[in-house]
């Protein structure tokens, strides 16, 4: 054999030895060093959902070894929150264990313990106080959630309510009042076009996975709906709009009814409208209305308005406002029905409830709750996965009100203000780590989604719907009415009411201006899409993604109009003091040309007490809103505010 | 293959579902109430704000704006260590160990969108436990950027490779693109005189920042459609 002949045969061996002995290329793998010797670690994706709102986006969480280390989206795609689960499942302020208040309410000494004692403990309580209960309960779409309101329900629990102080939801009190049907959605993705009063809905109407798929179809349609906005800041959907109508403060129901009187004198209503009930006394009273003087009222040119309604009339746009005043819906409600966009496609859509078949009664405003903690009518306040201590306006009542309570128990994943004063706080897993049921109206149905755990829970967390199952089986004999005790019971007992909305009645809307508590400045609120229902203000790459118009950032700020700051001797990121009659915080001065004059504008959302990254970062401008007793809802939007640099 | 993107502005909703997603996809560093105020926050992704005018004459428009992985990158002519340079398929690459910290790249880059890491990265309790195990933590001392998801490219390329066939479109994707519920971002090969990239970058309303310093960038936008057609 030559020395040729022997290298090509070695290397031909070689070659087969490789290919046919040697294993084969491992796929893309992570590594970990492990005790000096790297190993692969096994990567999967797989199927879980966000827990973040009652829309529990399905998604899928990449796991590497033991951990969850990224988020893959499938479609609808979920919002900006569900990108930051991976930390969540970290995060050092979550609540790993049941803990017992040790030593005085509001400080930080606790005692850690296991399931069945905290299970033990909490059924006692709940045994002890029957018929004195309360739960507060934050809508997240899940079973559990309603197993707890189920369970307040059992109990004969004269209050039984949702947590929905910052809920983005449309004029759907004034739907209510004209039609007896009180859940309504705008059918964004059919909508001819929006017009948009006083209302940034691209951050604040519920849930944003729907407005955002909603507009991604819009780009499919040969022609795109356009968006008008009214108000007096121009806000993130503003910015977006094709056009921004700015207004007086509080004055965009007034542009709303100037509107509606135009169309009525101009005969621009949809046929439809023509048949409902009242529209001859709606006509004639509208007619009377004092169009100039409104617009003059609310500082838009009458021309400006009058365009508006001639092309409004033409293209029958959904009409969107907030849920503030009932006299501040009406004219809003008013719009949409006199354009006929009510109950049609493309407008306004009842939407069927879910509700329980054994009549369980439906859940109560939840700011009776502190009331009847003074008036002695509580002993036991249940609060699941809400935080009435920071997220309400003037947050210090509830405050008040939870130091009062005897026994407050509170279910969440990590450690926040109303949790700081309880008596027994339990830990709520994400849904990652426990097999989550959402339930949802499907087709008429009621639908149950399972998601199963991608990783194990802490070992002391108890599943919060087994734990209100065991306890609802504990008390059984003792409980005011019989619960389902087992889950698929509990999706059984579920019923789909079918929207039973009569046609719209118009009324004559009597409209007068709100009333505002002392102050200079009106106190404009923004509802940031990062810190949704004033929650995730614990999230780090979330406190980046407040307010990027002006890089609000990691710290309480407030907008001020350039002209108002060289008055007020303010700089452009100066500390600030903002008091009010019921309270005062401190924030970074942002100056922005798109807030009045006679206005600032605070993101809500910020301003924690506690927490590893929220934790005295600015503070919270719910404790100057000013709690008005009278109010149908909380009034955000009423409260004036002095301005004084530091 | 030259990766390149296209940014529809008339798409873009403002929401920052791209931004959070390449935090969270890119480890960046959380931040601290300092580094915000410092400006010093490192996020590879911002929304650029121009706003114009006197209240109530004023307007305002968010740019989604990341390392536009110019043809002729400035940042990379001023590098003394060869940190950061023009990769074979296009993008502007990064090497951090490399990297020595003398912030020239960072002050080169008419885009402002180089990011210096100032301060140690803080990783509280188990939070590193969640970071992406395909890319590096970074150090103080060393500045970082838009990579375009590279570690994305390099995966999908071993996977291509070990099944024996070319890399397929839409196999690779950075997280921004990924997450866009709007679809306004558009992501591709710009060599490819069909892909939708290409197309797009073609279209009357592509524009490019800052053309004028000849930078040539891969990302481009697409200019918002002017306002009602009935009013304006």
Known sequence: MSRRSFLLAGAGGLAALSAGVLPKAPGPVAWQEAGGVHRALPEALLPSACGECPAGCELLLRKVGDWVVGVRPIEPKPCLRAYTLPQQLVHPDRIRVPMARDGGRGGDRWTALGAEEAEERLASWLEEARGRVAVLVSEDGELASRAWMRLGAALAAPHVAWEDWVHGDGPVDAFQEATGWARWTPDLAEAAGVLAFGFDFLQALMPPVRTQEALKQWQERKIRPEVVTVGPRLDLSSMRADEWLPCRVGREPLVALAMAAMLVKNKGWHPSAARLPGFDALVAGLGRFDIPGACEQAGVQVGAVARLVEYLADRRWLCLGPRRRLADQRPVALLNALLGRVGEQGGWLPEPELRWKSGAHRPGPAEAVPAAIAGGQIDLLLVYRANPAFATPEPARWRKALQHVRRLVVFTDVYQETARLADLVLPVAPPAERRARFVSVDGGQVRVREVAPVMPAPAECPDPLDLALRVARRLAPKLASPMPTDAEALVAELEVAPAAARPFTFSVPEWTAPSYSAGRFHLLLETPLALLRMTGGHLPYLISAVGPHLRQWWETTVEINPETARELGVADRQLVKLSSEVGTIHARAKLYAGVPPDAVCVPLGLGHTLGAFAGKVGGNPAELVKWAAEAERPLWTQTKVNVEAL | ?232
């Open chain 2, 1 to 232: 293959m030259r990766w390149g993107m296209v940014i529809d502005l008339d798409r873009c909703i403002h929401c920052q579902a791209c931004a959070v997603a390449c935090s969270t996809e890119n480890n960046l560093a959380l931040g601290s109430p300092q580094e915000a105020a410092d400006d010093r926050l490192i996020r590879w992704l911002q929304f650029l704000p121009e706003i114009e005018g006197e209240y109530p004459h004023v307007s305002a428009r968010l740019t989604p704006m990341m390392c536009q992985h110019c043809d002729d990158p400035p940042c990379t002519f001023v590098c003394p260590v060869s940190a950061t340079y023009l990769s074979p398929d296009g993008t502007v690459a990064q090497i951090y160990w490399r990297c020595i910290g003398c912030r020239f790249c960072v002050n080169a880059c008419p885009y402002t969108m180089k990011w210096f890491n100032w301060y140690l990265p803080r990783w509280p309790g188990q939070t590193s436990r969640a970071t992406n195990p395909d890319v590096e933590l970074r150090d103080k001392g060393v500045t970082e950027k838009c990579t375009l998801c590279h570690h994305r490219l390099q995966l999908a390329k071993e996977q291509a490779k070990l099944e024996g066939r070319p890399l397929r479109p839409g196999e690779y994707v950075p997280a921004c693109v990924e997450a866009c519920p709007t679809e306004a971002i558009v992501f591709g090969d710009l060599d490819d005189p069909a892909s939708e990239v290409s197309r797009l970058r073609r279209d009357q309303r592509s524009f490019t920042y800052l053309e004028e310093l000849g930078t040539k960038p891969k990302v481009a936008y697409l200019k918002a459609r002017a306002g009602l057609r009935g009013l304006k």
